[in-house]
């Protein structure tokens, strides 16, 4: 295409991007198209990777397609192989992708759909995709280090040490926040309940038939893994109207809780082939299948946004969770905006598959675009709901009213009408008994995605279906990561009392399998008890905890980043990492200082700590909120000091006190370009 | 590690320019699609689609693990492939 078609086609894309943008700021009144969330995100991303991605990887990292990978150089064929840039950029996205970006959305709709747009839109052009970027790059140029080796090395051993601190809290609260969603998204959900428990029949079976019966077949066995799940889904139906299996699978929420601990336990201390791997398969299938249906969905049918751009909550009184916009809209959207999760994948498996350097734009970049498209198809899912429907599902009984009447009336007097009929009808549509105070945001999503889809694939008939696809979908996704987090947090935990016995540390040592498992599963466990004990919903203290965690991460990310780019001599692009970093440790250290220390009692830890001390609540209540405090308050102090330690550390290079000294694989020529040319 | 042939660290050995890497974020250009061309990209697509597929689903590196250790497709080599692969599979991080 000639140069000025080109500069007139991208001027195209920048001025459509800047009025689907404008669109969705300045629209009042009356309701909007979703197609403009897509629209103004499609366009973004594509002026963001065309434009600022480029100028990364030129100017701030210097990617050189003449040097050779470590998946070039230590080719094993195990875990270091060069791979088609295509492949690897599945494999990642499947790896990022989790229920994070569908679930913090959907809460954090309550400001209206503006605020999570822009930051999920902005936060992930220039922040998340910089963070998976450059980590991604380094870890590269690094023979595949992970994050907290990178940190070692780079920063120091106090960087390391935190690093490893923060991933092992944050895999902890991660599982019990993630669970509690299942929880909540079940209880007394004979049909879900039922879709969910036939899963794991179904993994075990997908594990024999793998093993035995036609080993290697993978594909093929996810496939029947897919129907199976599908026939257990319609299955579900009939037994939500057997009154005597409807009650087998009626279960309550701390029935259910524990049920899901001792999954845990179970699914950590078995066989992988057995389980875990067949489970990962089949919730990979699920996955991809799903996202790309629901993106097809949304721009085929095109649906309307019923929820206002900004809700009178934006004044931090929303009942999903309590706080202001900012920092709180920040932390609950994490995985969709900025994720310092995904810095352990881009230095984990990632970057051992990568074939060339400048690969790593689209891979890095590139895949975390992708999964802030899903962060935004899952704030369209809520917001084609009536807002009154919508809160009526997200608010807990303990602040609307335990009453489908009581919480009627609380949420219309709000300004978001709904009446208990409505809500009736909607949950005997969706094949439920009741779809008040399901909160979490997973019922939300599956009702908006049941809503897009019924609307012309079968109509209101097959909502149920729809929405039970969407329930499945969600507790699928979940219970993998509880499988694979709790798996990985053994080792985690094994490789650290190694130092002190060790026996502790041989990963394949059944008495110390079953002892790390245990303690593994009692942290997360511990966190989930006490969030489905909450009269409050858990919800409301456990996500918030679970984004400052990841958020904190993302930091430490950051600062591995921009020492790495100071020490290269690149200081006048510093500007490109040093911001997301500025305005994470803004956004986490206010969240924190406000979940510690609010005088109220819906934000702070400690004031509702002292509200329930005062009405005389039981003492397990009073210490669960101190520990939430506690734990805010030693996060914090971790990250700072990396900060610190950071800072000192570019103070020493910049001053010229210390000579930088990069720990970069040393230079080889590629053969791949050769090959490329012929 | 391989031989190394330049000590120089990225972007300071000899070869390396911005134009060079421009070149290669770039890509190539080209004319106008024929019908066949786009019977062919089609093609390629579907067959990255299945190696994605193959990749994710762990079915390539079962076919290396054969390759590597010159074997055929069996139960006892896949329990041999699932033995070796277990440590890195379940320390595989999947994100929130």
Excluded at chain 1, 127 to 149: N, Y
Excluded at chain 1, 458 to 487: P, Q, S
Aim: proline share 5%; with cysteine; glycine share 8%.
């Amino acid at each position: 295409m000639p140069k000025f078609l080109r500069g007139l086609l991208w001027i195209g894309v920048s001025l459509l991007g800047a009025a689907a943008l404008a669109t969705i700021a300045l629209h009042r009144g009356e309701q909007i198209n979703a197609m403009w969330l897509v629209v103004a995100a499609v366009a973004t991303y594509s002026v963001g990777y065309r434009f600022y991605s480029k100028f990364i990887a030129l100017k701030l990292l210097a990617i050189d397609p003449l040097r050779a990978t470590p998946a070039e150089r230590l080719d094993n064929g195990r875990d270091f192989v060069p791979t088609n840039k295509w492949v690897v950029f599945g494999h990642h996205f499947a790896a990022i992708a989790g229920p994070g970006p569908l679930v913090g959305p959907v809460l954090a709709a309550q400001f209206g759909y503006l605020p999570g747009t822009l930051w999920i839109i902005a936060g992930a052009v220039l922040g998340g995709c910089v963070q998976d970027f450059v980590i991604l790059l380094f870890s590269v140029r690094r023979d595949g280090k992970s994050l907290t080796e990178m940190a070692k090395t780079e920063i120091g051993k106090v960087g390391g040490f935190v690093a490893y601190l923060a991933v092992i809290s944050i895999i902890i609260i991660l599982l019990g926040a993630v669970a509690l969603i299942v929880v909540n998204a079940l209880k007394s959900s004979p049909w879900g309940t039922f879709t969910i428990a036939m899963t794991m029949p179904i993994a075990v079976m997908m594990g024999v038939y793998l093993r035995h019966i036609r080993p290697g077949k993978v594909l093929e066995t996810s496939v029947m893994g897919f129907v199976l799940v599908m026939a257990a889904i319609f299955g579900g139906q009939w037994v939500a109207q057997s009154p005597s299996w409807a009650a087998v699978f009626t279960l309550t929420a701390p029935t259910l809780a524990i049920l899901i601990i001792v999954y845990g336990f179970a699914a950590s201390a078995l066989p992988v082939w057995l389980l875990l791997a067949p489970r990962d398969y089949l919730s990979t299938f699920v996955k991809l299948g799903t996202i790309t249906l629901l993106a097809i969905g949304i721009v085929a049918l095109r649906p309307s946004l019923h929820m206002p751009p900004l809700t009178r909550f934006a004044d931090g009184t929303g009942p999903v969770f309590a706080g202001t916009i900012f920092p709180f809209a920040f932390i609950t959207i994490a995985c969709g905006a900025v994720s310092g999760f995904h810095s352990l994948i881009s230095s984990g498996t990632t970057p051992k598959l990568i074939r060339r350097e400048t690969e790593t734009r689209m891979v890095g970049y590139g895949g975390m675009m992708a999964e802030s498209l899903v962060a935004i198809m899952a704030m369209i899912a809520a917001c084609v709901l009536q807002p009154g429907v919508y809160f009526a599902i997200n608010s807990p009984a303990g602040l609307v009213g335990q009453t489908p009447d009581v919480a009627a009336a609380t949420i219309s007097s709000q300004g978001f009408p709904v009446t208990a009929a409505e809500m009736s009808s909607l949950a005997h549509a969706v094949g439920e008994q009741t779809l008040f105070n399901r909160t979490g945001g997973a019922p939300a999503f599956a009702v908006g995605m049941a809503h897009i889809f019924s609307n012309s694939l079968g109509g209101e008939a097959v909502m149920a279906i729809w929405y039970h696809f969407a329930i499945m979908f969600e507790a699928l996704f979940i219970l993998t990561i509880l499988d694979a987090g709790t798996r990985v947090g053994r080792f985690m935990v094994q490789d650290a009392l190694g130092h002190i016995w060790r026996p502790l540390g041989r990963t394949s040592w059944y008495p110390s399998i079953l002892l790390t498992s245990a303690i593994v599963v009692n942290f997360w466990g511990y966190f989930l008890w006490n969030g489905v004990k909450d009269p409050l919903g858990g919800i409301n203290s456990l996500w918030p905890l679970f984004g400052i965690c990841n958020q904190l991460l993302a930091a430490v990310a950051l600062c591995v980043a921009t020492t790495i780019v100071i020490k290269s001599g690149r200081v006048r692009y510093v500007l490109v990492t040093l911001i997301p970093l500025c305005w994470l440790v803004a956004v986490t250290f206010s969240a924190a200082w406000q979940k510690v220390l609010n005088p109220n009692p819906r934000i702070g830890f400690l004031a509702h700590a002292r509200q329930l001390e005062a009405a005389g609540a039981s003492a397990r209540l009073i210490f669960n909120d101190r520990l939430d405090a506690a734990v805010s308050g030693v996060l914090v102090v971790l990250v700072a000091v990396v900060v610190v330690e950071s800072v000192l550390e570019w103070a020493r290079v910049l001053s010229g006190r210390k000579v930088a000294e990069l720990k970069e694989a040393p230079f080889v020529m590629t053969k791949l370009a050769l090959e490329e040319q012929g | 590690m391989s031989e190394v042939v330049h000590s120089d660290p990225t972007p300071g050995h000899p070869e390396w320019s911005e134009s060079c890497a421009q070149r290669a974020l770039r890509g190539a250009g080209g004319s106008p699609p024929t019908v066949r061309a786009l019977w062919v990209q089609a093609n390629r697509v579907c067959h990255l689609i299945f190696a994605f597929l193959r990749e994710v689903f762990d079915e390539s590196a079962y076919t290396r693990f054969l390759d590597r250790h010159k074997l055929e497709p069996s139960r006892s080599t896949y329990a041999a492939f699932r033995r070796e692969h277990e440590h890195s599979n379940a320390c595989r991080v999947r994100c929130c």
